[in-house]
């Protein structure tokens, strides 16, 4: 008998069989949400420490700007960037991605968890590229290791990107907090995304 002779219901008890292994595959990699709950405080406490760390290295960057004890400020604001605010930096990432690949939310499932994820990552290689060789040559020249003086605008170029910064990880909390709903796919989200442990 061909198919177009075959009842409804075994059509569709055919469709359901082939449907159900991939349903299964998509779940295999799924954490319940009490496994979950031990990576999400890992990376919110990388990414608030990688958020408070920033805020130190603002407050130190703006005192060297206005010319408050250079030798002091910013070889501490090198050393927090070298042991804070980057490897903290790179733990948010590694956890977010992870905390997003094993729960309902995925990576490009949502915006605001795509938009998270770009932020962090894009934060992380402009301060490990850009940002910490200007704090350590601010840093040597501060305590004398350099012929050449620090100029105020070098102090200016060392303190603008750090309220950007900042403010961004700052959305990227708010992001976290709220979750808005905008969807980058469609599909209905599983039931067990709810409550703190998302």
Known sequence: MS?????AA???GVTDKAAAPASDHQQEWRLSPAWRKPL????????????????????LTAAGANGTAAATMYPAAQMI???????LAIVAVAAGV????????GLTRYWWVAIKLLITVVVTIFIGLTIYPR???AAATALGHSTQPLTGGQRS??????????????INAFLGVYKPGWRLRKGQRSQDVSG???
């Open 3 to 7: 198919v177009q002779g075959q009842p």
């Open 10 to 12: 075994a059509q569709s």
């Open 40 to 59: 999400l405080v890992v990376h919110l406490s990388a990414a608030f420490g990688f958020l408070g760390s920033s805020l130190a290295v603002l407050a």
């Open 81 to 87: 960037t070298t042991w804070l605010v980057i490897p």
């Open 98 to 105: 992870t905390q997003a690949l094993v729960s309902p939310w």
């Open 135 to 137: 704090i350590a040559g």
């Open 157 to 170: 170029r060392i303190l603008s990107s750090w309220p950007i910064i900042c403010g961004l990880l700052i």
């Open 196 to 198: 703190p442990g998302r």
